[in-house]
């Protein structure tokens, strides 16, 4: 089916499929910076079309969208689910604490079998590394990465980057190419068991922005030096001239053992408040992927602040940014002009 | 199956102690009858055609008896680690495994050092000794308590045997599958520093020591371990070191997009811990090199990286590896066959291993240069998984005897 969308982003990408040359999803290390432009550039219609009281396309009008999730989610099930029906999509969500995965069937098979129903997209979440790439290669619809245990988040990692564009647009300081060169972004919180900070590293350092990583040496991956990023273990010191903070919650229910003596003392020393987020830049802007434990890792009066945090803009760039990841992708089989079977290949 | 006749291998190079020599072999009874002497009347002759006449590898700490794969590897004994469902850690378990690849193929059974490999209470290892066990072994694990290790030691030392560890500190590994550091960090997979390797080497050498008892490291894979081996065995701690091909030909590199054949135990480490395995079976820190043969099918190993099982089909490989770096200068011929196989006979204490006169005519006729590939979908093995797959390799063997009797290959 052909549809009459906005082509807004033609003339400055490749044209057609040659734009986004993948069929899945699985990681920000797999995209270059002009793939990640074009899918932030898709967004914007998106964006527009969420804001009107009308919320419909038919884009992915017949097409059916299966969202696997692995793991219990919230807000990023829900991102995807009105994603999907917003482009008249049929969505269908499995949870798999109520699937044949408790009964002892392998991943493997599950994936064969919800390939064999016939989805024209299937959205993951799991709580293992490299999952999500494994299904990808044993099915024949395109696989979207909705996080895989702590390797890649990337639909996350675009949401912040549209986000933070938007926030930076609305104060005249976007950049017209869309790269955000220069800036400087800190992430803090447990980045050892973070895909959301894996897949921000890739994403962010590809637009160019300086990525600063702060936690406690036992939250921090040994070796993440090698990804281009500064290490702080005192907050303050990260804090200093940073132009973006983003902060992380602690994954109590990823941790294997105690990393932190409290969540007291992880506030006491890592949590954001006035006074250290006025050691970063004037304006600093303030993010946090949720969910926020209010009073650990960020106080209540930072994360409201209207013209500091875009922690709500997020949540509302998420389900754009799901939007176009789901009719780009889905480009090949809809046939649209351009992205068909050997059109670009 | 007893050896009929005399068999006499001639044009071959012999891969002797003192170094490769072009002579004749004659097998008798199930014997090496003589190492250069000339043909008799009655002898079946085998023309060797200027290929390698070698000892029958000897495979020090395998998971599974898999005999195709085995002698397709030129393997002719192995020693079973005790990580058998059910453990080896009962006599009669022990006693029905040593018995279990007869009469082509001879299984050394490892003795479970502690009851269920639990660690904790120690098993009935005299009594499995006279059942068959040629040595005591942890298994898969370390054992994390230094009193129950002590009193192991010491155990083992009374009765002569040497104790195979796996030396991995517990705590500091837990759930990792890899190796703190760059790649680990961006797959996201949990990792444990390369040090809780060395921590536990240095606990177990410094066990041995007190104990009096011979100590054998089944794989050393770090830069630092490895120094502390080169360090106790330069003050005379009766201390082995072994390690698989996997350590020394494949860096934690080979775990890119989570590929399940490279998940190891130990996981694999970086270049660095890698040039070290190298150079330190260069310089004799090493003493065995084993296949650690773990044929694991898709079940094991089709999932998500952290839920695979570790290990790989390794028996088909291991002497093609090994004969790399005899290629690659690192070390010569007669010490490539003093790593797979005069060295692990002599820890396991059988009469193999080596061409000598009145040692068991466990013979292989190796071509060395022969090339071949690697392919996990046509291998001998139980399961192909094995991490070379598709690769080139060199060196094959042509004819193997186990007791002087051929085993068709």
Same mark, same amino acid.
């Given at each position: 089916m052909t549809s009459q969308q906005n082509t807004s982003s033609q003339g400055h990408f490749p044209a057609g499929g040659r734009a986004f040359p993948h069929r899945d999803l699985v990681s920000i290390g797999a995209l270059q910076t002009h793939e990640i432009l074009f899918l932030l550039e898709e967004a914007e219609q998106w964006v527009h079309l969420n804001r009107q009281p009308s919320k419909h396309s038919d884009a992915l009008a017949g097409l059916t969208i299966i969202n696997a999730f692995f793991e219990n989610s919230t807000r990023t099930l829900l991102s995807f689910e009105i994603a999907g029906k917003r482009l008249g999509a049929d969505v269908v969500n499995m949870h798999a604490a109520q699937s044949s995965?408790?009964?002892?069937?392998?991943?493997?098979?599950?994936? !064969?079998?919800?390939?064999?129903?016939?989805?024209?997209?299937?959205?993951?979440?799991?709580?293992?590394?490299?999952?999500?790439?494994?299904?990808?290669?044993?099915?024949?619809?395109?696989?979207?990465?909705?996080?895989?245990?702590?390797?890649?988040?990337?639909?996350?990692?675009?949401?912040?980057?549209?986000?933070?564009?938007?926030?930076?647009?609305?104060?005249?300081?976007?950049?017209?190419?869309?790269?955000?060169?220069?800036? !400087?972004?800190?992430?803090?919180?447990?980045?050892?068991?973070?895909?959301?900070?894996?897949?921000?590293?890739?994403?962010?350092?590809?637009?160019?922005?300086?990525?600063?990583?702060?936690?406690?040496?036992?939250?921090?991956?040994?070796? !993440?030096?090698?990804?281009?990023?500064e290490v702080f273990h005192h907050f303050e010191d990260a804090l200093s001239g940073s132009d973006v903070v983003m902060m992380l919650r602690l994954q109590n229910e990823r941790m294997d053992g105690q990393y932190i003596p409290s969540p007291r003392e992880y506030r006491h020393l890592y949590g954001l408040n006035q006074q250290r987020l006025a050691l970063a830049r004037p304006d600093a802007i303030v993010m946090h992927p949720?969910?926020?434990?209010?009073?650990?890792?960020?106080?209540?009066?930072?994360?409201?602040?209207?013209?500091?945090?875009?922690?709500?803009?997020?949540?509302?760039?998420?389900?754009?940014?799901?939007?176009?990841?789901?009719?780009?992708?889905?480009?090949?089989a809809r046939k649209i002009p351009g992205w068909g079977e050997g059109e670009w290949v | 199956?007893?050896?009929?006749?005399?068999?006499?291998?001639?044009?071959?190079?012999?891969?002797?102690?003192?170094?490769?020599?072009?002579?004749?072999?004659?097998?008798?009874e199930g014997r090496i009858a003589s190492v250069g002497a000339s043909l008799e009347d009655g002898d079946e002759v085998v023309d060797a055609r200027g290929q390698l006449v070698a000892p029958g590898l000897v495979d020090l700490g395998v998971f599974a008896i898999d005999k195709p794969a085995f002698h397709f590897g030129g393997i002719t004994r192995a020693a079973l680690m005790p990580d058998q469902s059910p453990p080896l850690d009962f006599p009669s378990r022990v006693r029905f495994a040593a018995q279990s690849g007869k009469p082509d193929?001879?299984?050394?059974?490892?003795?479970?050092?502690?009851?269920?490999?639990?660690?904790?209470?120690?098993?009935?290892?005299?009594?499995?000794?006279?059942?068959?066990? &040629?040595?005591?072994?942890?298994?898969?694990?370390?054992?994390?308590?230094?009193?129950?290790?002590?009193?192991?030691?010491?155990?083992?030392?009374?009765?002569?045997?040497?104790?195979?560890?796996?030396?991995?500190?517990?705590?500091?590994?837990?759930?990792?599958?890899?190796?703190?550091?760059?790649?680990?960090?961006?797959?996201?997979?949990?990792?444990?520093?390369?040090?809780?390797?060395?921590?536990?080497?240095?606990?177990?050498?410094?066990?041995?020591?007190?104990a009096g008892a011979r100590l054998h490291l089944r794989q050393v894979t770090t830069a630092r371990a490895l120094e502390l081996v080169r360090q106790a065995k330069a003050r005379g701690v009766a201390v082995t070191a072994g390690v698989t091909p996997a350590h020394f030909m494949l860096s934690d590199l080979a775990l890119a997009e989570f590929r399940t054949f490279a998940r190891m135990s130990p996981p694999l480490r970086p270049e660095e811990d890698r040039q070290a395995v190298i150079a330190a079976i260069g310089d004799g820190t090493i003493d065995v090199v084993s296949s650690g043969h773990d044929p694991r099918?898709?079940? =094991?190993?089709?999932?998500?990286?952290?839920?695979?099982?570790?290990?790989?089909?390794?028996?088909?490989?291991?002497?093609?590896?090994?004969?790399?770096?005899?290629?690659?200068?690192?070390?010569?011929?007669? &010490?490539?066959?003093?790593?797979?196989?005069?060295?692990?006979?002599?820890?396991?204490?059988? =009469?193999?291993?080596?061409?000598? %006169?009145?040692?068991?005519?466990?013979?292989?006729?190796?071509?060395?240069?022969?090339?071949?590939?690697?392919?996990?979908?046509?291998? %001998?093995?139980?399961?192909?998984?094995?991490?070379? =797959?598709?690769?080139?390799?060199?060196?094959?063997?042509?004819?193997?005897?186990?007791?002087?009797?051929?085993?068709?290959?």
């Open positions: 995965v408790k009964k002892g069937e392998t991943l493997i098979d599950t994936a !064969v079998t919800l390939n064999a129903m016939r989805a024209d997209a299937i959205v993951i979440r799991h709580g293992s590394s490299g999952a999500v790439g494994l299904i990808a290669g044993k099915v024949d619809c395109p696989v979207l990465n909705a996080g895989d245990g702590q390797h890649e988040h990337p639909t996350q990692a675009l949401l912040d980057t549209l986000a933070l564009r938007h926030k930076l647009r609305e104060r005249g300081e976007a950049s017209s190419d869309g790269m955000m060169t220069g800036m !400087v972004v800190t992430i803090c919180g447990d980045i050892l068991h973070s895909r959301v900070a894996r897949s921000n590293i890739l994403c962010l350092q590809a637009l160019g922005a300086s990525v600063r990583l702060c936690a406690p040496p036992a939250l921090m991956p040994a070796g !993440v030096e090698a990804m281009g990023v949720g969910p926020m434990n209010r009073g650990v890792e960020i106080e209540s009066d930072v994360a409201d602040m209207p013209d500091r945090s875009i922690i709500t803009q997020q949540v509302e760039m998420g389900v754009a940014i799901r939007m176009a990841c789901l009719d780009v992708l889905t480009r090949k | 199956m007893k050896q009929q006749a005399p068999i006499a291998i001639t044009g071959g190079r012999l891969v002797t102690p003192a170094g490769v020599v072009e002579s004749t072999l004659r097998l008798a193929f001879w299984v050394h059974p490892l003795a479970g050092a502690t009851v269920g490999l639990a660690g904790s209470q120690l098993a009935e290892i005299a009594l499995m000794r006279d059942g068959g066990a &040629r040595a005591i072994a942890t298994g898969r694990s370390w054992i994390a308590d230094s009193g129950v290790m002590l009193r192991l030691l010491q155990y083992a030392a009374m009765l002569d045997m040497v104790v195979v560890s796996h030396a991995e500190d517990g705590g500091l590994a837990g759930k990792a599958v890899a190796t703190a550091g760059e790649m680990a960090t961006r797959l996201g997979l949990p990792s444990a520093p390369a040090e809780a390797e060395a921590l536990a080497v240095a606990r177990d050498i410094d066990l041995a020591e007190l099918g898709p079940e =094991d190993k089709r999932l998500p990286f952290a839920d695979a099982a570790p290990g790989m089909a390794g028996a088909e490989t291991l002497l093609a590896m090994v004969l790399t770096l005899v290629r690659d200068g690192v070390i010569d011929m007669e &010490r490539a066959f003093a790593l797979v196989a005069a060295n692990p006979a002599a820890i396991l204490g059988v =009469d193999a291993g080596v061409i000598r %006169e009145g040692a068991e005519a466990d013979i292989a006729v190796v071509d060395p240069e022969r090339p071949w590939v690697v392919d996990s979908r046509k291998m %001998e093995a139980q399961a192909g998984n094995t991490p070379f =797959d598709r690769q080139p390799a060199q060196g094959r063997v042509t004819a193997l005897w186990k007791g002087g009797v051929a085993i068709a290959l």
